[in-house]
């Protein structure tokens, strides 16, 4: 589906009817991301209208050139929000740079969200400045690497592998590696190199959210960690945070029953 925003289009794909779910990716990936972890779990679900976008620049939606920073971004999915949900309450599901754009709306958005899921959110934006765990491979499947043939992608895979199996490999290459291929490159570079993170990032530890947030975390995520976060989100009173082992910023294909289990309880607490 299409939807314009700033007189630019904008991708999303949209399935089923009910309550609105809108899930956002991480950086640079795009919708098939969000799909691929939280379509499956939705399947037992018939009342949820779930939203996957491609952020402006990633995927199958152009560049906005009014889109120069994180605070234009979230401006831009404020008002997307606004025509494709209105005035509706909404879930709101955010991975990774998606979580960090999520934190941001659930501060400044003013929306009525009902229920927040963070998968391995980016919490901190300059990757320096992060609480890091150190990178790690704890289960690796023998000649995995013989059997692979996309060699660059499979070094992009093993850069943040906890768990490098047949099937970890298959999702990443199935999953994420088409956004990180059809990103608009020029784009992202300029994005992370002059406005990845919010003006006001310092103020995000100031969200006032009384409703159920979910927050899952990999304990050898080397992208984003879990201790800022933790840090960041502690003080909410309705919060679930889970530190998985043997899982990294990949978490949803390293541990996929967890997931599909945490996710599912979420949406409980938030019916």
Known sequence: MISKIDNHPVYYEEYG????????HGFPEDHRTMVGCVKPIMASFD?????????PGFGSSEMNPNIKNADDMLSFLINFIKDVIKDESFLLVGQSYG??????????GNLNISGVFLLCPCVISKHESRNLAQKEILVIEQDLKLEVREKDDFQDFMDYAVIATTKTWGRYRNEIMPGLKNADIDFINTYQKDGYGFSFEASLKDINFNKPIAVLTGKQDNCVGYEDTWELVKHLPRLSFLCLDKAGHNLQIENKPLFDLHFHDWLKNCS
């Open 47 to 55: 009342h949820y209208r779930r939203i996957y976008i491609d952020l």
């Open 99 to 108: 979580g960090y754009l999520s934190l941001g709306l659930m501060l400044k």
């Open 17 to 24: 009817s009910g309550k609105p779910i809108l899930c956002i």
